[in-house]
Nanobody, 129 residues
Framework: QVQLVESGGGLVQAGGSLKLSCVAS????????MAWFRQTPGKEREFVAAINFSGRTATSRDSVKGRFTISRDNAKNTVYLQMFSLKPEDTAVYYC??????????????????????WGQGTQVTVSS
């Protein structure tokens, strides 16, 4: 069973940047798509970005396109989310996610939380105005 641990969150001013990391243990993630979601109190968890197993393709929600970049280092069993030009509305707990079963489906930009079944504990990102 894979475990995911996120880090890198914190408090940053609007316009600033942060880089989140998600380290996996228990098995290699090199054959599995990975994703980042985020959630604010009282709201549904929402998709942020995803990357395929090889790192060759990635998708993201429209509101973060051009500002957030997802990447991975399979040798380090780690996925990253580089966030630039942060806005107060990016404030949320950010979660890393993957699946227990490998798929060959094309990446989408409308994932729901139910599309993934392994989650980290989350890392808080707070953007002040």
């Amino acid at each position: 069973q894979v475990q995911l641990v996120e880090s890198g969150g914190g408090l940053v001013q609007a316009g600033g940047s942060l880089k989140l990391s998600c380290v996996a243990s228990g098995r290699s993630i090199s054959l599995y798509d990975m994703a980042w979601f985020r959630q604010t109190p009282g709201k549904e968890r929402e998709f942020v970005a995803a990357i395929n197993f090889s790192g060759r393709t990635a998708t993201s929600r429209d509101s973060v396109k051009g500002r957030f970049t997802i990447s991975r280092d399979n040798a380090k069993n780690t996925v990253y989310l580089q966030m630039f030009s942060l806005k107060p509305e990016d404030t949320a707990v950010y979660y890393c996610a993957t699946r227990n079963i490998r798929t060959d489906l094309r990446l989408r930009s409308d994932y729901q939380p139910s599309d993934f079944d392994v989650w980290g504990q989350g890392t808080q990102v707070t953007v002040s105005s």
